[in-house]
């Protein structure tokens, strides 16, 4: 590894070897929303979509399978101890 260069000499050009990759260096003002951008995200109304028929065909059997679960088993662990099986063997 070549040894970093001394602040202050020619070859240093203010970057941070340890800085986050996402954030900009101390000093800099790189915008990443626009003043338009925050105003359109504040005025932004989530409109849900619409049920389709297969939803409609499905959610009777999905409800009844969730209503077997016990109440204590998280949501997420479910579907995870569902696909368990999925898991390949030779």
Do not use: Q
């Not at 970057?15 to 954030?23: D, G, I, N, Q, S």
């Not at 059997?61 to 898991?87: E, N, Q, R, Y």
Request: net charge negative.
């Amino acid at each position: 590894m070549a040894p970093e260069a001394e602040k202050g000499s020619s070859s240093y050009d203010g970057t941070l070897t340890h800085a986050w990759f996402l954030e900009p260096s101390p000093g800099t003002h790189h915008e990443v929303l626009t003043k338009a951008g925050l105003e359109n995200i504040a005025n932004h109304k989530y409109v849900p979509g619409a049920y389709t028929h297969l939803d409609n065909l499905l959610n009777p059997i999905w409800t009844k399978l969730t209503s077997l679960l016990p109440m204590w088993l998280p949501p997420h662990a479910a579907p995870t101890l569902g696909g368990g099986g999925c898991g390949g063997r030779d």
